[in-house]
């Protein structure tokens, strides 16, 4: 009896998901081609590429544009409750973080950022949109509101790494708190472009806001990571 295509596709996922945890694909590497993968299995160009689609989903592989699919490498740790930057606890893990600033603008308080920042509408504001990368590899886009009252032409500063730092440095600014909310989203075409990858992919919303010693808001933070390149870990000590 002829097996259905969507078991078809699953026994292809499987087989390729097992040459990957055995060790043979490592992480990194490219996959064979879709058509090696149909001439060795023997099955239709269809169901490889939905088998290669559902591990992209699952985030065991990623696509390249124009060069292939490759094994995900090991996602990056991270501990919201402990107070890190990027920069920090990518490099505590022994990979590699590089920040590229997309944009950096001056804009008019929205009525959606008064109530955060404590501000009139119509308030002066900079917006740096920042795309941040782990290995060579993009990871998340994230778009940082800052008052402009509190960091006066901060976008005359090189923003291509810690801007906590320069908030500290060169205005003085310490960030005492951070609020962190995450949940799961979908990756609308802006995130997924910058990212390099299919737009409606999964990923994860995470915003911070920071807070001074007095209650300030000095910096809002809105984060889109790739689905694969992130796990949230937090080790919870009982008294």
Known sequence: MTQPDSLHYLGVRDAIA????????????????????????????????????????????????????????????????????????????GRRPETETLSKT???????????????????????????????????????????ALAPDLLSHPLDGSLTSVLKSAYNIAVARNRVDMQPCALTRGEAEALQVKS?????????????AQGRVVEFDREYWRHDALKISVDIRVR
């Open 106 to 148: 001056e804009i008019a308080c929205t009525p959606a950022l008064a109530p955060i920042f404590g501000r009139p509408v119509g308030a002066p504001m900079y917006r740096i949109r920042r795309r941040r990368s782990v290995d060579g590899r993009a990871v998340l886009v994230e778009t940082i509101v800052v008052d402009a």
């Open 18 to 93: 097992t040459r990957i945890a055995g060790g043979e694909l490592k992480p990194g590497e490219r996959l064979p081609s879709e058509r090696q993968l149909q001439v060795g299995g023997g099955v239709a160009r269809g169901t490889i590429r939905e088998a290669l689609f559902q591990l992209e989903a699952e985030g065991i592989i990623y696509r390249k544009d124009r060069s292939g699919w490759y094994v995900s490498p090991p996602p990056v740790v991270y501990d919201p409750t402990r107070w890190e930057g990027f920069m920090s606890y990518v490099e505590a893990q």
């Open 200 to 212: 409606g992919l999964p990923g994860l919303n995470v915003v911070r806001t920071s807070y001074d």
